[in-house]
């Protein structure tokens, strides 16, 4: 199951160098003419701004609003659209990074929502082009369009069945590398996100055509697994799903790498008609865990939102 889908759109304004290469006072300016673009023309709504993200890398990156491939530097600035998890990040990875994230399978639905903003952008400024590649950015297997797509999984059944290697393997052949949203596939707890980006001469119509073929592909994966699985081992099954649960619904603490273990049991059992939950909420909670990470008390915290708001009946 997806459980959720991140385009990012990259763009370089001429005639100035790419980040790494910029000096701070250009790069400086860079971000002062966009945001002032962004907030006279009201290219985003109602905006907030994050000011120095270099200092909230950690909580950006459990928040899912970066990714750990993301350049920062003391020149970035985040502004993101009030209520919409609509981005526009300057001087990240490069000058302009407009990125979209929606729960669920939204995929052509983000690519197309990414477009629109460039296409307000681009009235302001000459991004950087050329002929032959198309637009450039320091990634050249991005072009021609410098865009790339980020799907997060949950495949309880193959992380627990131990064939998250085979299928690991399977997709590497497709130039596809799968890693967990703790960094580690092998303990991922079935949580797993994959980038996939454009070929060379693909349009952008058959590169989402390849993603649902690709969705397709690792979904019947995980659906062969959990039925071989559920069907010589029911009642094992169901009791480590109701053990998950009141692990979590009664533990007054609950560690990161805790939670993500017993809620993928939890979600597995909730998926096969075992137990009845929200999935909804949970999956925010579980890509929204910045704020707990940087937080002292934050088992604590996350331990009541679970017993309070995630484990009740939906």
Request: glycine share 4%; with cysteine.
């Amino acid at each position: 199951m997806i459980i959720l889908s991140k385009a990012k759109l990259y763009r370089n304004i001429f005639p100035y160098r790419f980040i790494s290469k910029e000096n701070k006072e250009n790069l400086r300016k860079i971000k002062e003419t966009v945001f002032n673009i962004i907030k006279d023309k009201k290219i985003l709504k109602d905006i907030e701004i994050i000011e120095n993200p270099v200092n909230l890398k950690k909580v950006l990156l459990f928040n899912q609003i970066i990714d750990d491939e993301d350049i920062l530097t003391k020149q970035s600035m985040i502004i993101k659209e009030k209520d919409e998890d609509i981005y526009i990040m300057l001087n990240i990875s490069e000058h302009i990074l407009i990125s979209l994230i929606r729960y669920g399978e939204k995929f052509s639905e983000i690519i197309n929502n990414v477009n629109k903003i460039e296409e307000k952008l681009k009235k302001f400024f000459i991004f950087s082009y050329s002929k032959n590649f198309g637009f450039l950015g320091r990634e050249l297997l991005l072009c021609p369009y410098q865009l790339k797509i980020k799907l997060i999984f949950h495949l309880p059944a193959v992380y627990y069945t131990n064939k998250i290697t085979e299928l690991s393997s399977n997709l590497r052949i497709s130039g596809i590398e799968i890693k967990g949203i703790n960094q580690h596939k092998n303990y991922s707890y079935g949580f797993v996100e994959v980038f996939i980006k454009p070929d060379t001469n693909e349009s952008i119509e058959d590169f989402i055509k390849r993603i649902k073929s690709f969705v397709e592909i690792i979904e019947n994966f995980e659906k062969n697994s959990s039925i071989s699985y559920i069907k010589k081992n029911r009642i094992k099954f169901e009791d480590m799903v109701f053990k998950s649960y009141g692990i979590l619904k009664y533990s007054k603490i609950v560690e990161y790498e805790e939670f993500l273990s017993e809620i993928s049991k939890i979600l597995w059992g909730n998926y096969n008609e075992v137990i009845k939950i929200n999935n909804e909420k949970i999956f925010k909670f579980i890509l929204n865990q910045g704020d707990l990470i940087n937080d002292k008390k934050g088992s604590f915290k996350r331990a009541l939102v679970i017993c309070k708001k995630l484990l009740t009946h939906s």
